[in-house]
């Protein structure tokens, strides 16, 4: 069974940058056929697509993050870590690692954390 950890500071001060790792058991972040996300909801809205690292190689980030935002893997700790710069009260949301299966048809996520609520305040 694979099993996602996120874990950081649950208060972030404003143009501080945030970091945030998820820990993974169950299964090998550099195996073969698996993307590994982060995903947040800020209150009252939808869900949004931050980046995804493959098994190996560099991460994709939404554009709309990307001057600052930043996936990085430790394979040796078996986690993959976001870092979000310059953060302001909009970042402030519940923030999610997730498993991306590449099997089958379509890509699905497969597997989440359970969340961790990040609050940006001075």
């Known amino acids: 069974q694979v099993q996602l950890q996120e874990s950081g500071p649950g208060l972030v001060k404003p143009s501080q940058t945030l970091s945030l790792t998820c820990t993974v058991s169950?299964?090998?972040?550099?195996?073969?056929?698996?993307?590994w996300s982060w995903i947040r909801q800020p209150p009252g809205r939808g869900l949004e697509w931050m980046g995804t690292i493959p098994y190996s190689g560099s991460a994709y980030i939404n554009p709309s993050l990307k001057s600052r935002t930043s996936i990085s893997r430790d394979t040796s700790k078996n986690q993959f870590t976001l870092q979000l710069s310059s953060v302001t009260p909009e970042d402030t949301a519940m923030y999610y690692c997730?498993?991306?299966?590449?099997?089958?048809?379509?890509?699905?996520?497969?597997?989440w954390g359970q969340g961790t609520q990040v609050t940006v305040s001075s």
């Open positions: 997730a498993r991306v299966n590449l099997g089958g048809f379509i890509s699905t996520y497969d597997y």
């Open positions: 169950g299964g090998s972040i550099t195996a073969n056929g698996y993307y």
